[in-house]
């Protein structure tokens, strides 16, 4: 079982997700089960930002001077999951996932619910610096997002 503690610091969020917490625990309970973590304490840590405190961390720990859409930074270089396992920290911000600020809200929950697999991916090892295991995790992540909406919806 996967528990994501959700912290928000930018009030907009509330604004699109009512129920912050709720909202991600069902992401997670429509994984696939291999993402499920059955019969284990699986945590994450989720912080639901803005441009200027992302650019903030993006410049203190990968020194580029520039916002973004998410951070991830795994508790390790390579995750083990054991009966208690912290996977890391996921940060994403407002402002990359409510343009245009026409959206509805059915888009907007679907960009971030693509946003947050991606940096649940990267927690469990996945990245996309070399073309091969770029592809690998465009795979992954399109896997998990056409298996979640189909959950949701």
């Known amino acids: 079982m996967i528990n994501v503690n959700v912290f928000s610091e ?18 997670c309970k429509a994984l696939p089960k291999k993402y499920q973590f059955s019969n284990k304490k699986v945590s994450l840590s989720l912080l639901l930002s803005n441009n200027i405190n992302i650019k ?17 930074f795994p508790s390790s270089k390579k995750i083990r999951i054991t009966k208690n396992t912290y996977l890391g920290d996921i940060i994403i911000s407002y402002e990359y996932l409510d343009k ?18 991606h940096g649940f991916l990267h927690l469990l090892g996945f990245d996309h610096r070399k073309n091969n295991d770029y592809y690998k995790m465009l795979r992954e992540e399109d896997i998990l997002y056409k298996r979640v909406i189909s959950k949701l919806n």
């Open 100 to 117: 245009p600020k026409s959206q509805d809200l059915k888009l907007f929950k679907e960009k971030v619910i693509k946003l947050f697999i």
């Open 56 to 72: 903030r961390l993006n410049k203190n720990f990968r020194n580029k001077n520039r916002s973004t859409d998410i951070l991830s």
């Open 10 to 27: 930018e009030k907009a969020w509330s604004k699109r997700l009512k129920n912050k917490s709720l909202f991600f625990k069902k992401i």
